[in-house]
């Protein structure tokens, strides 16, 4: 077989639905649902030609291949790129990127330092900032969401968590805005992303070593088990990269859609107001409807097959998780925006034992943002046409002008 993109490229399966499409084609990136629609009603898994890969956009099949790391493997990478043939372009994440039993060694780690204890011990912090920076946004009046808000909540309370001691907030979202965009084909977007990379990894990785954390915090912990034989010590840093590589960007995503989602849906923002016990299912609802990561992909580790597809070892597949979260097949109205909906077992934070191993820390940064803005916003104002930012793995805003109106 041949190469592409990195990864072997399987003749389309037998019986298999061959469309030819490229679902990294900025305008898709933009404006994702109908591309979503069309992959679901084509059946469980299609053949996408151009890059030589299945794609699977039902939610039975999406989590069936996400959740299985024995037969759907991320140690061969979660992008195009198979590990097995091409060398990744950095050292690859010990979390994301690896599977059992290595995966369960680096993962008790890093779990460790997010326990719920430690995100519990940080809500004071985290409601205060949110407070602080929702008073001075509606004195602003008119601003951005995503620059003035998406990206400035997270990039001012969890470098804290963490422990650096330097801050640079362009690095911290660019950042995680490029690991994301790496996972794509050799096309604009990636190009772009790697040119920036050199300055931009060069600071992440100073600020991942043991002295540029303060003595508590997430990177502290990890640390720690390095002292205790756990882990080495460069593995301790690559973990504290780990951290910064998908506690950030995908955090200003979800913000960033959760203004857009509640703004888009006055009646859903009235519903948080007049109960503001809904800011956690409201932000698990933003993540079903709007899946800040749109896909991830797993590579076949043996010849196998699902839902009558037979699947050659190494085949790449694109599980398109913002398809699945919309599958009417599994959810109820699943095109409708509703905060009181409680979407347990969506796949925006993954499945099984790859699921976002930081997500109660999004969800805490996410639930004390909404809880601040449904006590002091009376209304939120779209004052200009949202602009969509394409990403080979991401589906964030690039730019929202929006106002909000004090109670």
């Given at each position: 077989m041949e190469l592409s993109d990195g990864h072997l490229v399987p003749a389309a399966p037998d019986g298999s639905v061959v469309w030819d499409i490229d679902p990294y084609d900025a305008g898709i990136l933009g404006n994702p649902e109908p591309y979503y629609a069309e992959l679901r009603s084509r059946g469980p898994l299609v053949y996408i030609p151009r890059y030589g890969i299945l794609a699977c956009g039902r939610y039975k099949e999406t989590r069936e291949i996400f959740g299985d790391w024995k037969r759907f493997v991320s140690s061969r990478g979660v992008g195009l790129t198979d590990f097995k043939?091409?060398?990744?372009?950095?050292?690859?994440?010990?979390?994301?990127?690896?599977?059992?039993p290595y995966h369960t060694k680096t993962r008790t780690v890093i779990a460790r330092a997010l326990s719920p204890h430690a995100v519990a011990r940080l809500g004071t912090a985290f409601r205060e900032a949110a407070d602080k920076l929702i008073d001075e946004l509606i004195d602003r009046g008119s601003f951005d969401a995503v620059t003035e808000l998406a990206e400035v909540f997270p990039t001012t309370v969890f470098p804290s968590a963490v422990g650096l001691k330097e801050v640079h907030r362009r690095y911290l979202v660019d950042f995680g805005s490029l690991i994301f965009n790496a996972l794509g084909p050799d096309n604009d977007l990636r190009r772009r992303a790697l040119a920036a990379a050199p300055d931009i990894v060069a600071w992440i990785q100073r600020q991942c070593s043991r002295d540029q954390l303060e003595p508590e915090?997430?990177?502290?912990?990890?640390?720690?088990?390095?002292?205790?034989?756990?882990?080495?010590?460069?593995?301790?840093?690559?973990?504290?990269?780990?951290?910064?590589?998908?506690?950030?960007?995908t955090t200003v995503t979800g913000i960033g859609n959760a203004i857009w989602c509640l703004a888009s849906h006055p009646g859903q923002f009235a519903k948080l107001k007049a109960d503001p016990s809904l800011a956690r299912p409201a932000f698990e609802e933003v993540l079903r409807y709007s899946s800040p990561v749109h896909s991830f992909?797993?590579?076949?580790?043996?010849?196998?097959?699902?839902?009558?597809?037979?699947?050659?070892?190494?085949?790449?597949?694109?599980?398109?998780?913002?398809?699945?979260?919309?599958?009417?097949?599994h959810w109820e109205n699943a095109r409708t925006f509703d905060i009181e909906r409680r979407p347990t077992g969506h796949l925006a934070f993954g499945t099984g034992v790859h699921g976002c191993v930081g997500q109660n820390v999004a969800r805490a940064e996410v639930e004390s943002l909404l809880a601040a803005i449904a006590a002091k916003v009376r209304s939120i104002e779209i004052e200009g046409e949202p602009v969509w930012r394409p990403n080979n793995a991401i589906h964030a805003l690039d730019r929202m002008p929006i106002r909000f109106t004090a109670n």
């Open positions: 043939y091409n060398a990744h372009w950095r050292e690859p994440s010990i979390v994301l990127e690896v599977d059992p915090g997430f990177g502290a912990t990890i640390y720690a088990a390095a002292d205790s034989g756990e882990l080495s010590e460069k593995e301790a840093g690559m973990l504290v990269r780990s951290l910064l590589s998908a506690g950030v960007d992909c797993r590579t076949a580790n043996v010849d196998t097959n699902v839902s009558g597809t037979d699947i050659k070892e190494g085949t790449k597949i694109l599980c398109v998780l913002g398809a699945a979260n919309l599958d009417e097949a």
